[in-house]
């Protein structure tokens, strides 16, 4: 088990960031294993990730890292998880290290948890949706799951060339079509990547519901998305990118107390309930 970092404080950076539910799910899982650690949120945006970073003091334990920051996170990691190094995306850091951050990416682990929850634990077949980072992570997710074909669904195909390279990679058969028209064969699951409040044109989301699998969303405002609405027509109950959230916060909570993605939590399944709690609440 790698040593935990030292400092107290913590914080989700992003650019926007007043939405970030961070807060509450940290809080709550701090507030449980008796830790008195401080968790804030702070809108830092690409150009000035370097800099921001650069002037934390010993005090900072490490950050959660959101969008648009997640690559320059994971240039900023002399060591990486093997998630972060197949998906070149990091949404965790670990500070106080000689060698610089420690990267890691539970986004990975957060999709593969929330489809836990609904009993989905082995895929064959999958569609992506979506073609940015957090298309990465899903592909990477989904080749943990089992699934030996993927179909990427993208605005510009042209940027999807990346996820057949990380296909290749995993052993796992990935192929890109335009988001319009006609879609392949039915497959399992579907992740959606597309950014809060996209709504696709005419009725290609329908065509997508149609034999589309459980669909997990990773937005979450406005929920129901446009896509779950056209899952939830059809009779199915879409997973809200909030249980992906809750999961990978959870992951984020290991490692800022153990200094392991992989060690358990004293008292996880009590921690886990307090973020779901606060969630609720929220």
Do not use: C
Not at 3 to 15: E, H, I, K, S
Not at 240 to 257: K, N, P, T, Y
Not at 268 to 282: F, H, I, S, T, V
């Amino acid at each position: 088990m790698t040593p935990p970092p030292t400092g107290t404080r913590l914080a989700v950076w992003g650019d926007p960031i007043a939405h970030s539910r961070s807060p509450q799910l940290h809080g709550a899982a701090y507030a449980v294993l008796g830790l008195d650690w401080t968790y804030e949120r702070r809108r830092v945006d690409a150009r000035e990730f370097d800099a921001a970073l650069a002037e934390l003091g010993p005090q900072w334990r490490g950050l959660s890292v959101t969008m648009p920051l997640k690559e320059r996170a994971f240039s900023a990691s002399p060591t990486r998880d093997r998630r972060a190094e197949l998906t070149g995306a990091v949404n965790t850091l670990v500070l106080g290290d000689e060698d610089g951050p420690r990267g890691f990416n539970t986004d990975v682990g957060g999709i593969v948890g929330a489809f836990g929850d609904r009993g989905v634990e082995r895929v064959e077949a999958a569609r992506v949706i979506g073609a940015g980072s957090t298309a990465s992570s899903a592909v990477v997710a989904l080749q943990e799951m089992g699934a030996r074909q993927i179909e990427v669904v993208a605005r510009r195909p042209d940027r999807a060339a990346t996820l057949v390279h990380l296909g290749d990679a995993l052993g796992t058969r990935v192929s890109i079509h335009p988001l319009s028209g006609t879609v392949g064969r039915p497959v399992d699951v579907t992740v959606a990547t597309l950014p809060s409040g996209t709504e696709l044109p005419g009725s290609f989301a329908d065509v997508l519901a149609e034999g589309g699998g459980a669909l997990l969303d990773a937005a979450y405002a406005p929920w129901p998305s446009h896509l779950g609405t056209a899952w939830e027509r059809r009779g199915g109950a879409p997973i809200s990118g909030v249980e992906m959230l809750l999961h990978q916060a959870l992951l984020q909570v290991r490692i800022f107390v153990t200094g392991d993605v992989e060690a358990p939590l004293p008292d996880e399944p009590l921690a886990l309930a307090a973020m779901r709690a606060a969630l609720m609440g929220d």
